[in-house]
């Protein structure tokens, strides 16, 4: 079976610095890319972040550029999320998802992604 295992999620207040990670466990599998999605209470999941291996390439959503970084290991899979200047917006479960296929540039959106984590929870104090 295969799973992603998220870890790091915590208090902060505003302005701090939180570094989430994200490793797969259980049947060794190749990603095509990895990202980072968010869901507030009551809210729909949301893309964060991700990160196309094949291409090197990474990819935020406007709310996070510029604060969130993202960084991994291909050969690993493991996927981390680097948030700095933290905002009580930024509030959420946190999940870690990954693309086994290719997505081609399609990789804002859930259904873009075969396996998920079960989600850490970030909470930003004002």
């Known amino acids: 079976q295969v799973q992603l295992v998220e870890s790091g999620g915590g208090l902060v207040q505003a302005g701090g610095s939180l570094r989430l990670s994200c490793v797969a466990s259980g049947r060794t599998f190749s990603t095509y890319a990895m990202a980072w999605f968010r869901q507030a209470p009551g809210k729909e999941r949301k893309f964060v972040g991700a990160v196309v291996w094949s291409a090197g390439t990474t990819s935020y959503a406007d709310s996070v550029e510029g604060r969130f970084t993202i960084s991994g290991d291909n050969f690993k899979n493991m996927v981390y999320l680097q948030m700095n200047s933290l905002k009580p917006e930024d509030t959420a479960v946190y999940y870690c998802?990954?693309?086994?296929?290719?997505?081609?540039?399609?990789?804002?959106?859930?259904?873009?992604?075969?396996?998920w984590g079960q989600g850490t929870q970030v909470t930003v104090s004002s």
């Open positions: 998802a990954a693309a086994r296929g290719s997505i081609g540039y399609v990789y804002h959106t859930t259904g873009s992604y075969d396996v």
